[in-house]
């Protein structure tokens, strides 16, 4: 329940890029909100059609509906992949950053030597 | 008497390897889907629903879109084992996680056995076709065997690894899909031929109107939870921030529109031979609704069907018996179960015994499995308190850890989404006790077990797991249920006076003194260094356990490593069980976040004891204590806390109670008595009492009239201690009327005590799950 768990699970961004990617969906609103509509009302038009032709129209737009919001979907995991990417490559071009630091290179280590360049441990603040 | 305990060294790490494309994640999805959802409760929802299942499964569709959303979201984002059950832990305090893993370790693990139980009534209806029967074999009892037998095999495959799981379920699966095709065709088929029988079939469109309708959901939400299933595998895998919410998406637009066609085609190919409405002939089937209908219209209609149906309820086993597992397996490594579940084969590299343990359970409710449509509205309703659960979770991960994490899809209308999908679920499950109360209460009963082994079990080992290590414990006592009082030692130049005031504390109730001193290490260098630093401190810590000896108080000392001293402070209260911290202080911190200072404000807000904040030199006893009251009510226990620190002779307590010049006499009067009678049970004669028993008065009564700040202010001029009391709120809420006590604080020159009382246990817990959504993440990973 800590940003601890999710350090040892590897899926934090390393911690110079905490803050940098934007946090907004890459999800086309009007398009998602055109493609609910459709949902919505189709269903609607099953429920109201009483079993006639028009609930079987509704149902294909229905099937319609799924289709397009599918694609919908999908193409927003593309849209933020590279968005993630150019985020990436516009910060490690701010900040020059040569080799990445990633998960894989922070390691803890059982090395006094270490400790001992570190300095004597701290005391209680207060 | 002195023992040395290690800290505790890291627990090695253990990972599946990532085998797992984008259609084999999609696969696992469609094929936890397409299984017992159409095979056997068609029939059963068509009975509920009438015609208008088709608008349920429709309707089923848009509710579990988005909860997809935010399994896309966190799939893509926390690819691990145990899906809903890990983001839950993520997400929310306390036992949600636990309970969550718990709810969906037996949703999985019943669906499972429903499953098998599903492969073995159609094998045995299989073998009744061909000439073959049960062997002379009870046909009861011939299908149990058959489903213990058909979970072992999948337990054995699951076993075998990611791949050959997902090979086996590839192919199940592709097996399925083209035989439901060709239901589906041949039943649109015969419409074409005979479109009046469509016209006759949905006459009735809605029986029951929307009640039934919504009871179908309900009945048939379980149809859709294969995301669940799909995001279990993002631990194994390929790039998941991609394929994870691609393959959820894909896996829903593949079986939504097979549920509609196929409940289509059931109802409107069907000609049932009595004349009765198709829908109440396909519920009177039941379970084989689906088979009775294929046998009409469908070219080896009852061969086909039988073969699909096994093959449906084989890759739904399949599915999730590899889930169950997967959640018991992150249930054991986060340790809420016990470790032998976390366990990973040195070959396969698959969690063998929590797939054992699973596989037991599976089979443990085949064996003992109820009624066929209670299960599925169990399952359905622990899915849908699980998938509740997940929508408030990715809130406040969201919040939390949103900006630290690589999103590969982020939830659209954001939290508007999940805020809907919960009130949705929430309604779902509620009608689902209008379909079996009995379900509701084997939930209850499951989620009661759940409770009482969170409490009696992985609470504790959470605890163990979280705190920080103890590297020195040296007892003269140890009794963690009686009263005690820590004094965490860190500045030798306040041992004296926090010992003092732990000393008069311990002169109310007589109990144990807990003396910590906190090895602080960097967040950058593990916290097994502080050993090397042990030697350091020790003399400091025995120079003053010799100290409260001298003042005849019993020292259980102790030596914490970690890297922040609050958190090593209130695993020692949790763990002794403290009732109160004294700690030193030296004024207010110039960080505009904190409220007293970064320490003590943790431990006030997360540790439920007494918190004693002592800033500068008290003598005790004192002769002159001043301790302002804000209401007449608070006035014993500041009084009971103040009385054993001024016991010398002609020594007296000061009750100040500041009023608005508003109050009448009489409402001043009344004031005073109230606190008079509120101290009346602590006012006893003292030790000196003259000979003629006439008491000594030790407390005294002040009501005075003005501002509170400079009026106190004021008065503590003639004090030697000024003791301050403070609600929980105002330490954290400075806008509160904590400002009042800090602004004292900064003003009087005398020696301060900031008391602040704890809650009762209760308020305590609920005032920490608020608090858990309202702080945000700022600390580093040690």
Redesign the interface.
């Known amino acids: 329940?800590?940003?601890?768990?999710?350090?040892?699970?590897g899926?934090?961004?390393p911690?110079d890029e905490?803050?940098?990617?934007d946090?907004?969906?890459?999800?086309n609103?009007p398009m998602?909100l055109a493609a609910?509509a459709l949902?919505?009302t189709?269903?609607v038009l099953?429920?109201v059609?009483?079993?006639?032709t028009l609930?079987?129209i509704a149902?294909g737009l229905?099937?319609g509906f799924?289709?397009w919001?599918?694609h919908i979907?999908?193409k927003?995991?593309?849209v933020?992949?590279a968005q993630?990417a150019e985020e990436r490559e516009h910060f490690r071009e701010e900040h020059s950053i040569a080799q990445p630091v990633t998960e894989a290179d922070v390691v803890?280590?059982?090395d006094?030597n270490?400790?001992?360049a570190?300095g004597?441990?701290?005391?209680?603040?207060? | 008497m002195s023992a040395q305990q290690a800290a505790r060294a890291p627990a090695p790490t253990t990972e599946l390897s990532r085998d797992l494309g984008l259609f084999d994640i999609t696969m696992v999805g469609v094929a936890a889907m397409i299984g017992a959802g159409i095979f056997v409760l068609t029939g059963i929802a068509a009975g509920v629903a009438g015609p208008a299942l088709i608008v349920a499964f429709a309707l089923n569709g848009v509710v579990t879109l988005l909860t997809a959303m935010v399994y896309a979201e966190l799939g893509s984002a926390i690819p691990e084992a145990g899906g809903g059950y890990l983001w839950v832990r993520q997400g929310l305090p306390g036992g949600n996680a636990f309970m969550a893993g718990w709810m969906s370790w037996f949703a999985h693990a019943v669906a499972g056995s429903l499953y098998a139980l599903g492969f073995a009534a159609y094998l045995a209806e299989t073998l009744h076709l061909i000439g073959i029967g049960t062997f002379g074999v009870p046909q009861a009892i011939f299908t149990k065997a058959i489903a213990v037998a058909i979970a072992l095999v999948f337990i054995y495959i699951n076993f075998r690894g990611a791949s050959e799981t997902g090979m086996a379920g590839n192919i199940v699966t592709m097996g399925k899909i083209a035989i439901i095709g060709v239901f589906v065709v041949s039943g649109i088929a015969v419409i074409l031929g005979e479109p009046e029988r469509l016209e006759e079939a949905f006459r009735d469109f809605a029986p029951k109107g929307l009640t039934g309708i919504f009871a179908a959901m309900g009945l048939t939400y379980i149809a859709y939870e294969g995301y669940e299933v799909i995001v279990q595998t993002g631990e194994e895998v390929r790039d998941p921030r991609r394929n994870v919410p691609k393959a959820v998406f894909l896996a829903l637009l593949i079986v939504v529109p097979i549920y509609i066609l196929v409940a289509f085609v059931c109802i409107g190919a069907v000609q049932t031979p009595d004349g009765s409405p198709t829908w109440q002939w396909l519920g009177e089937h039941q379970e084989l609704g689906l088979l009775r209908a294929a046998e009409q219209f469908m070219p080896l209609g009852s061969i086909l069907l039988l073969v699909g149906a096994l093959f449906s309820t084989m890759s739904a086993l399949n599915a999730t018996t590899y889930s169950s597992t997967r959640v018991s397996f992150a249930m054991g490594r986060d340790r809420n179960l016990p470790d032998l579940f976390g366990a990973v084969h040195p070959r396969t590299r698959t969690p063998y015994l929590a797939l054992a343990l699973s596989g037991a359970l599976i089979i443990g409710l085949v064996v003992f499995i109820p009624q066929i449509h209670d299960v599925a509205a169990a399952a359905d309703i622990m899915f849908l308190l699980l998938f509740m659960q997940v929508n408030v979770a990715v809130i406040t991960i969201r919040r939390k850890y949103g900006d630290k994490l690589a999103y590969g899809y982020l939830t659209p209308f954001f939290p508007y989404v999940p805020i809907v999908a919960i009130v949705l679920q929430l309604a779902l499950a509620l009608v689902l006790f209008k379909v079996s109360a009995l379900a509701w209460f084997v939930i209850l009963g499951w989620l009661g077990s759940g409770l009482l082994i969170y409490h009696f079990y992985a609470s504790r080992r959470e605890l163990e797991e979280e705190v920080t290590p103890v590297l020195v414990e040296e007892r003269l006592r140890v009794d963690r249920e009686g009263f005690s009082v820590l004094v965490p030692v860190a500045n030798p130049n306040t041992v004296d006076n926090l010992l003092g005031v732990a000393d008069a504390i311990l002169e109310t109730q007589p109990g144990q003194l807990v003396l910590l001193h906190v090895i602080t290490v960097p967040d950058q260098l593990p916290v097994s260094v502080g050993r090397d630093f042990v030697n350091d401190v020790r003399p400091v810590m025995d120079d003053t356990a010799r100290k409260a000896e001298a003042l005849e108080m019993t020292p259980n000392a102790l030596i914490r490593v970690g890297h922040r001293p609050a958190d090593a402070i209130i695993d020692t209260v949790r763990e002794h069980r403290c009732n109160f911290v004294v700690m030193g202080w030296r004024g207010q911190s110039s960080d505009p976040r904190t409220v007293v200072g970064s320490n003590i404000d943790r431990i006030v807000k997360d540790s439920n004891a007494n918190v004693v904040v002592v800033r500068g030199d008290v003598e005790l006893p004192a002769r002159r204590i001043l301790v302002p009251v804000q209401h007449p009510r608070h006035g014993h226990l500041m009084a009971g806390l103040a009385a054993p620190m001024a016991v010398a002779e002609g020594a007296y307590i000061e009750l100040l109670h500041v009023v608005g010049e508003d109050l009448t006499p009489h409402e001043r009067a009344a004031r005073a008595a109230e606190l008079k009678q509120a101290i009346s049970s602590l006012d006893r004669p003292p030790a000196d009492a003259d000979a003629d028993g006439r008491r000594k008065q030790r407390f005294r009564i002040r009501i005075a009239t003005g501002e509170v700040v400079p009026t106190i202010v004021e008065h503590s001029r003639e004090f030697d201690l000024l003791m301050m009391g403070a609600s929980r709120e105002s330490w954290i809420r400075r806008k509160v009327w904590g400002d009042k006590t800090f602004r004292i604080a900064n003003s009087v020159d005398c020696p301060l005590m900031l008391v602040n009382l704890r809650t009762g246990r209760l308020q305590f817990n609920v005032s920490q799950f608020f608090q858990f959504f309202w702080d945000t993440e700022e600390e580093m990973p040690g």
Request: charged content about 10%; overall charge negative; cysteine-free.
């Open positions: 329940m800590s940003l601890k768990d999710l350090h040892q699970a899926v934090l961004l911690r905490w803050g940098v990617h946090l907004h969906t890459s999800v609103k998602l609910m949902g919505l189709s269903v099953m429920y059609g009483g079993g006639g609930t079987f149902g229905f099937i799924m289709a919001i599918t979907s999908i927003a995991v593309n933020q992949a993630f803890e280590t059982e006094t270490t400790a001992s570190a004597p441990p701290e005391t209680p603040a207060e």
